[in-house]
Each structure stands twice: as C-alpha cells, then as structure tokens.
C-alpha cells in the first residue's frame, strides 16, 4: 500500500493499493502521457481519464481491475494533478522494487 499526497499543503492522502499500480502497468496507462515539457497538469490528469473511460467502453470484459482503479483513485474527488503527479511518483518507485525483486 502506498500513500500519496493529494495536495501541497500536506493536508489531504490517498492510499494506493498495489493492485492499482499493477492496473497501471498492465495497460500502461502513464505509457506517452505527460506532454514534452515534463509538466503534469489538469489537462494530463483529464487526458489519463479520457484514456481509461476509452479503454473500459472497448473492453467489455476485464476491465474490473480499471474500474476500481477508477472508483478508488482517478475520480477520486481530491484528485487533481498535484496527486497524479504523486501517484507517478510511486508507479516509479513500485515498478523499481517489481523489477528488483527479479
């Protein structure tokens, strides 16, 4: 379980489960997502939800795992980009301990 900071302040976190990040990996969705300057912004966060809601309405079947990951984390009402660019953060740092682990 990882917990990431929603906000600058500090004063707002979500717990992320494992199986999440493994939902992101599994159909890479951070795959071409933030834009050339690095930045992560409202726009990215909204182009991440275009994506996922794209990838639900075409997979009829299997996309349990995208839904919760939806419910759970992406339209989370605290989340905006300061979260999502946490969230990326601890994608990162949970895909480094995956890969260290083999």
Known sequence: ???????????????????????????????????SNGYVDEDTLEKLRLTVRSLILSQCEDSEALFDFCVDVLYNERMKSFGLHQLILAYIDWANGQSDAH
């Open 1 to 35: 379980m990882y917990k990431i900071q929603l906000n600058a302040s500090g004063t707002r976190f979500l717990d992320v489960d494992e199986r999440h990040l493994a939902t992101i990996e599994r159909f890479g969705l951070f795959r071409d997502l933030i834009a």
